[in-house]
């Protein structure tokens, strides 16, 4: 019997939110363990089993695999998330790096694990019309179209995994002025992609961590640096 992956990293969303994402729609059961101090990184870097000395770090197929990207398209690869035909290989490429570019401009780590509380609500208000400007726009048409409730074909795709991570902060916290209640497709694509039932199981588990806040900034920081 083939081993479970095996999933290292902090104790929150960050880099590794959309592999645990990819597994928990396929519903496939991992293994997890957190990295909450320094000395246990440390040890990871020293035992060699981080190629790059970064987390996150999944243990599959008997290889210590590094980057999240790399880890993303394995993964979407090794369960067929990647489309049936080259053209649906093409969007789904295109519509999952959009996600993670999504992601690194409004993803709210960025404020709450390096900038002081004050500047907060600045940096939510110009994530805000990042989303509206550049990212909501094609993806709530991308849904419409397709009509299926994923944005390519009709079954789950490494590109809508990416997309749910980033919408659910936005769905989640207040910071973001519901701005998905202008994009209905969005909101109701956050919805269906909750439902699945894997996706659920995961949502409902204590491995679900909440978005970012100063305790896990503070953990974080003493962790990697
Ligand atoms: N390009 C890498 C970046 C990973 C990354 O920045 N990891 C952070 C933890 S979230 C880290 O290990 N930082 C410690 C360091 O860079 O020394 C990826 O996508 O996996």
């Not at 095996?6 to 997890?32: C, P």
């Not at 790096?97 to 401009?105: K, M, Q, W």
């Not at 509380?117 to 179209?145: D, N, Q």
């Not at 973001?176 to 109701?188: E, G, R, S, W």
């Amino acid at each position: 019997m083939e081993d479970k992956p095996k999933i290292t990293y902090l104790r929150g969303r960050a880099f590794v939110e959309v592999s645990r994402l990819i597994f928990a729609a396929k519903d496939i059961e991992i293994e997890e363990e957190y990295t909450t101090t320094k000395a246990h990184f440390e040890k990871l870097r020293a035992d060699g089993k981080l190629m790059f000395m970064q987390l996150p770090l999944i243990e599959i197929d008997g290889m210590c695999l590094v980057e999240s990207h790399a880890q993303e398209n394995y993964l979407g690869w090794k369960y067929d998330m990647l489309g049936t035909t080259k053209e649906e290989r093409g969007h789904i490429l295109m519509l999952y790096e959009g996600a993670r570019s999504f992601h690194d401009v409004a993803q709210p780590a960025r404020w709450i694990v390096f900038q002081p509380e004050e500047k907060w609500s600045s940096f939510a208000k110009e994530a805000t019309e990042k989303a509206r400007k550049r990212y909501l726009p094609p993806y709530e048409k991308t849904l419409a179209e397709n009509g299926t409730g994923f944005l390519v074909g009709d079954s789950v795709t490494i590109a809508d995994c990416a997309l749910f991570n980033i919408l659910s902060y936005l769905d989640e916290m207040a910071c973001y002025d519901n701005v998905l209640n202008d994009y209905p497709h969005c909101k109701a694509f956050v919805g269906k992609f909750s439902e699945l039932p894997g996706v659920k199981k995961y949502l409902d588990s204590p491995r679900r961590f909440p978005p970012p806040d100063v305790a896990y900034g503070k953990e974080a920081l003493a962790v990697l640096f």
